[in-house]
Every structure is written in C-alpha cells, then in structure tokens.
C-alpha cells in the first residue's frame, strides 16, 4: 500500500451516498497511510426538475457552506459549488476557473504538498500542471458519456485528451479497455471487486433480518443499487412480477437517480415489487441475508454493455445465486452466475436457482474472495509506486 501520499480525489459521487462505488471505497483505504482530499461530483448531469433533485441542490449548498469536512484524520470532503448546465462552454470555462480556484485554496488550506490527482471524470485533465500534482490517474469505471442526462460529445472530447495525458488510466470492465486503449497513453483493466469481509456478515445466523424486508413473502429476489430507468430493465421485472405473482422482487437503492421517475411508479404498483429506497452500506449484509436470489436485470444499452456492476462479486460473497442479463463484462465468470438472454430464459434460471446445491454457495464465496479490496488495493498501489518511480518528484 502506498503511504505518506497527498491524494486528491474529484469524484462522480457523493461521499454519502448510502451505497458506496468504486470511489469510496478506494479513497477510503487509501486514507488509511495518506491524506486525502475527496472532491464531491462536479454535476456533469443537468438536474431534473424533481423533488430529489431540489433536496440534492440543497443539500450541497448547506455543505459548501460548511468548507472542507474532516470525515477521519487523513479524509476531507468537499462539496464544490458549479454551475450544473455543462454542455455550454461559457459554463464549463466558468467551472474550470472556479474550481482550480478552490483546489489551489484547499491545497494550501490543507497543506496539501505534490499531490496524486485521481479523477473519476474526464474533465479534471483541465487541472493537469496547474496544482503542482505529481501524477494524474483517470479512473474509468463507467461510460459517463452515454448517461442521457450529460453532454455525451464534450465528455468524449475531454476523454480523449484525459486519455492521451493521464499518467495511467484504469478502467473496470473488458469493453472500456478495448474502447480506451488505443488512445491511452497506459492502460490497465482491474474489475470492481468486493469488501468480502464486510459482505461475509451476511452468513452470520445472528444477524437480523431489517424489518422491513423480514416481513415480505419468500422467495425474495433482491437487487441492490440505483433503480434507474436507463439502468434497469423495468419491463423484464414486470414479466416476472406477472409472470410469478407468487415471487417478491424487492429493489433497494435511490429511485429514479439522475432522471425523472418514468416507470418507476409502475413498478410500485404491482403487489409482488417492493421498493425500499435507498439503506446504508453498513446494513448492506443484513438486506442480502434475506435475500433468496440476487438480480442483475440490467438493460443492454451503451451504458450498461461497458460497466462492470460492483454489485457482482458482493452478490456472490454473500452466497447467494445470482441471475443477470447478458451483461458482456461478466462473461469470463460465466461459471458463477445465471446469464439470460431472454425475459423466459430469466425466469428458468431464477427458478433453477431457488432449487440448486447448497454447494455452490461456497463456489461463489471462494472465487468472490479472489476479487476483495485487499488484493486490489495492492494491486493499485503498485502501479502507482512504479509510476511514482519513474516520475522521481
């Protein structure tokens, strides 16, 4: 693990976000031997006109307001304050100019000295030379550019020249690393993985089952994460919600995240689909305790044929069966999951599953503890020594 490092973050996500990605969890481990400066998302989606939004706007304001926040004794986070309509150039040039700004204020603020800039957005190549950071690290976990709700050209355009630039880019799924690579100055594929550990509390015969899950009918198929319409296949969920009235399908996570809630009330409206909202990442071995299935009814779009779900390898840490869509990135653990093609193929596998060994529970956990934040934060922290190396800042 790398150590005595200044570490700035700018991020896609929120650091509360009740379901902790990629970011969080990176940041988080690496604060543990460094000083980090989590930098909040800089609103690359314009908002939409609903209530969540407006809570969101206002609830950034109120921590911008409160300047940086010590979340332990190396971690700061940092809310900035951005004009959110991106795709005009005048908003972006206004952008830049603040928020180089404000990173030159907080680096001084916190006596931050040559630090590592990791990005999780292309635009942050903008701040390359300007703060005195010794490296740049574009961290690609998603293809931000095909969100409807962001200016997909400009992200395109700044990826390239983020691509050409960065010192190393990372990306987490087979997709991104064949899209990427040719204009990468040097690329590496590491998939999402688990907090095994966390995740194996679910095998606890002691932990309780939340409330509001312990009371709905079994079999329970269970996703969690954003219920979003440009995300999940909501007319498969349908078809097995009708289709097996007898099954509950619950779905815990924010809903309707970054769009309006078109369909989402549709859902809620079938006696067998229960959405719970959102729950803290600590809570998240209770909820997949009461689980009986593990659901990835993704769609097969430009967004999702490139991600990798986090959620993979914490669905098979906690044992469970998982049944999927045909997401691509998943095709070389083909032997752990049930992947359909088809909404028929889906209910076949999901009713296979609620049948099979208890043995291939242990299957699943193994080849999830290969994938744990242990070995990927290793895994990490050499290639940036290497670089780090090569540099000799």
């Not at 404000?102 to 635009?123: F, H």
Request: glycine share 4%.
């Amino acid at each position: 693990m790398i150590k005595n490092e200044d570490i700035i973050c700018i991020s896609s996500a929120d650091w509360d976000n009740p379901y902790w990605v990629n970011q969080q969890h990176i940041m988080s481990r690496f604060s543990r031997q460094n000083k980090v400066l989590y930098i909040e998302s800089l609103g690359l989606r314009r908002p939409v006109l609903q209530s969540k939004d407006m809570k969101r706007i206002g609830r950034r304001l109120r921590r911008f307001l409160q300047g940086p926040i010590k979340i332990n004794d190396n971690l700061y986070t940092y809310s900035p304050l951005l004009l959110p309509f991106y795709k005009f150039s005048l908003v972006r040039l206004l952008n830049h100019q603040i928020m180089l700004l404000t990173l030159r204020r907080l680096i001084k603020q916190l006596s931050l000295t040559n630090p590592v800039l990791w990005s999780y957005v292309p635009n942050a190549v903008n701040f390359k030379g300007k703060i005195g950071e010794k490296l740049l690290v574009y961290h690609c976990v998603d293809e931000i550019a095909a969100n409807p709700l962001i200016p997909g050209k400009v992200i395109l355009d700044l990826e390239k020249k983020m691509l050409a630039t960065a010192d190393l880019t990372l990306v987490t799924s087979p997709e991104l690393y064949a899209a990427k690579k040719p204009l990468a100055r040097e690329i590496h594929y590491l998939p999402n993985v688990a907090d095994v550990e966390h995740i194996l509390k679910s095998q606890d015969p002691q932990l309780e089952i939340p409330a509001d899950l312990a009371n709905i009918n079994h079999p329970v198929l269970g996703f969690i994460g954003a219920v979003s319409n440009y995300k999940l296949d909501f007319e498969l969920l349908k078809t097995i919600a009708h289709e097996r009235p007898a099954w509950s399908i619950v779905l815990i996570g924010s809903v309707g995240e970054g769009e309006k809630a078109a369909g989402v009330s549709q859902l809620q409206e079938l006696p067998n689909i229960y959405t719970l909202g959102g729950r803290p990442y600590a809570k998240l071995p209770n909820y997949l305790k009461g689980f009986d299935i593990c659901l990835l009814p993704n769609k097969l779009n430009e967004y999702t044929r490139n991600m990798f779900p986090m959620k993979f390898f914490e669905y098979l840490a906690s044992g469970r069966p998982v049944v999927s869509t045909a997401l691509p990135s998943l095709k070389e653990f083909k032997d752990y999951f049930y992947q359909a093609a088809t909404p028929g193929e889906f209910i076949r596998y999901v009713e296979i599953a609620l049948a099979e060994e208890p043995a291939n529970r242990e299957k699943r956990i193994a080849v999830a503890r290969k994938y744990s934040w242990t070995n990927r934060m290793e895994e990490i922290s050499q290639l940036i020594e290497e670089k780090l190396k090569k540099k000799q800042f």
